[in-house]
């Protein structure tokens, strides 16, 4: 038996899939399908992340404006992380019940709506409540774009696609600061942050028009009220690899943030004295995790997962090594570095956490979220005080030192050759 469904694909009109009946095995790699459910997450990392650290390297500008310090300022990232975190879970139980695209079609509205009002706030405080509020929307995205990937994507090209799906991230990120900095610089901080919305707003309406209908998908209640919730959370919560992964989520995320949170105002500082396009370029760095991201899977198929995951949590603290130097040649290269390898270490272990909860995917994929953008908020606002009283070269240290811990976490890992199904 089989059944059709058809697929409208810009400019090559309607494309018919023809899928076998029975249980669903996913798109295959090169089909209309997967193309289109890369596409749309590509839009949704764009909506998402754009926004999300578009205020990232204008914190400078804010700091000065709104007569504030460098750790403040790093609030109007922290405060957009922290949103994101409380609310993944409670995203993940909503998309149980109504769908994965149905449930981040909302959340993107939704940040979308927020985020074109930030730039109207009149007061820090409020700008740090619509924040949080972007952020909380935000959380629908990440929460559920693994699993809604695992769900629709054969098994044996879901690593892949999840390695393409945290490059696509990266671009999103990297596309509302390049975006920011030029605009602020002939403007103000506030016309910036209105230019990211309004980009993230057409990645919205790119992630609506592309994603297909989803197949792998059953909806689920929530019996059993509270205790129901707290049932589909026990088994993420007990396995030992799951915990190793979400320490890893919560402890290379934080760094990473981090340490571009306070290098703009480094190199804004004497002796370097870089305008705000120019801080916004450093995000360029981005592209190396965009490789990065793509390669990790080449490479766990060789030499196992946790292997690639310590050899990239390796190049993340020998790039933060490199940046203690002073010529800003050393700097940058050292600010690659130190970004191919989270975006490797974060390839493999947000990919790895979605294949290992065979129960409750979308809980599994939430709590690593939780953890990751928890590390965010709390390490990379928290992180600032270190950079204000003692400078680079200590926040540098602390920083190496939650990465070595990552390491040893990692050790608790299996030897997997291969992304388990």
């Given at each position: 038996m089989y059944w059709t469904h058809a697929l409208a694909w810009p400019y090559r009109g309607i494309v018919t899939e023809t899928i076998t009946a029975g249980p669903w095995t996913g798109h295959l790699h090169g089909s209309v399908g997967y193309r289109r459910v890369l596409a749309a997450l590509a839009c949704a990392g764009v909506a998402t992340f754009a926004q999300l650290y578009s205020v990232q390297g204008l914190l400078p500008?804010?700091?000065?404006?709104?007569?504030?310090?460098?750790?403040?300022?790093?609030?109007?990232?922290?405060?957009?992380?922290?949103?994101?975190a409380v609310t993944v879970l409670p995203w993940s139980f909503a998309a149980d019940r109504?769908?994965?695209?149905?449930?981040?079609?909302?959340?993107?509205?939704?940040?979308?709506?927020?985020?074109?009002?930030?730039?109207?706030?009149?007061?820090?405080?409020?700008?740090?409540?619509?924040?949080?509020?972007?952020?909380?929307?935000?959380?629908?995205?990440?929460?559920?774009?693994l699993a809604y990937l695992n769900e629709e994507i054969s098994r044996k090209h879901a690593a892949a696609a999840a390695g393409a799906y945290v490059a696509g991230t990266t671009i999103g990120g990297l596309s509302g600061r390049l975006i920011a900095g030029p605009?602020?610089?002939?403007?103000?901080?506030?016309?910036?942050?209105?230019?990211?919305?309004?980009?993230?707003?057409?990645?919205?309406?790119?992630?609506?028009s592309l994603a297909p209908?989803?197949?792998?998908?059953?909806?689920?209640?929530?019996?059993?009220?509270?205790?129901?919730?707290?049932?589909?959370?026990?088994?993420?919560?007990r396995s030992r690899s799951l915990l190793a992964l979400y320490a890893q989520a919560f402890l290379l995320m934080g760094?990473?943030?981090?340490?571009?949170?306070?290098?703009?105002?480094?190199?804004?500082?004497?002796?370097?004295?870089?305008?705000?396009?120019?801080?916004?370029?450093?995000?360029?760095?981005?592209?190396?995790?965009?490789?990065?991201?793509?390669a990790v899977a080449t490479l766990a198929a060789r030499w196992g997962l946790r292997t690639v995951l310590l050899g990239s949590i390796t190049l993340?603290?020998?790039?933060?090594?490199?940046?203690?130097?002073?010529?800003?040649?050393?700097?940058?290269?050292?600010?690659l570095v130190f970004?191919?390898?989270?975006?490797?270490?974060?390839s493999i272990a947000s990919g790895w956490t979605g294949a290992m909860g065979v129960t409750g995917r979308a809980q599994a994929a939430a709590l690593y979220n939780l953890s990751y953008y928890a590390g965010s908020s709390i390490v990379g606002w928290?992180?600032?005080?270190?950079?204000?009283?003692?400078?680079?070269?200590?926040?540098?240290?602390?920083?190496?030192?939650?990465?070595?811990?990552?390491?040893?976490?990692?050790l608790a890992l299996p030897r997997a050759t291969a992304t388990p199904r």
């Open positions: 500008l804010m700091a000065r404006d709104l007569q504030i310090t460098a750790t403040q300022a790093s609030l109007s990232v922290s405060a957009a992380t922290m949103g994101l109504f769908g994965r695209v149905r449930t981040m079609g909302a959340a993107i509205l939704l940040a979308t709506v927020f985020g074109l009002l930030v730039p109207a706030a009149p007061t820090f405080g409020v700008l740090v409540v619509l924040r949080t509020l972007e952020g909380a929307a935000l959380g629908g995205i990440p929460a559920l774009a605009v602020a610089d002939a403007f103000d901080w506030r016309i910036a942050t209105l230019a990211v919305s309004v980009l993230a707003a057409g990645a919205a309406i790119g992630f609506l209908q989803p197949h792998g998908f059953r909806p689920s209640a929530m019996p059993g009220g509270f205790g129901g919730v707290l049932a589909r959370l026990v088994p993420q919560l760094t990473f943030v981090t340490v571009y949170n306070y290098l703009g105002f480094r190199l804004e500082a004497s002796p370097y004295l870089l305008p705000a396009t120019a801080v916004g370029l450093l995000f360029l760095a981005y592209l190396a995790g965009t490789v990065s991201s793509r993340m603290v020998a790039g933060l090594a490199v940046t203690l130097a002073s010529p800003l040649v050393l700097i940058l290269a050292g600010l970004t191919a390898g989270f975006f490797g270490a974060h928290s992180a600032g005080f270190v950079f204000q009283a003692f400078g680079w070269a200590a926040l540098a240290g602390v920083l190496a030192v939650l990465a070595g811990v990552s390491a040893a976490v990692a």
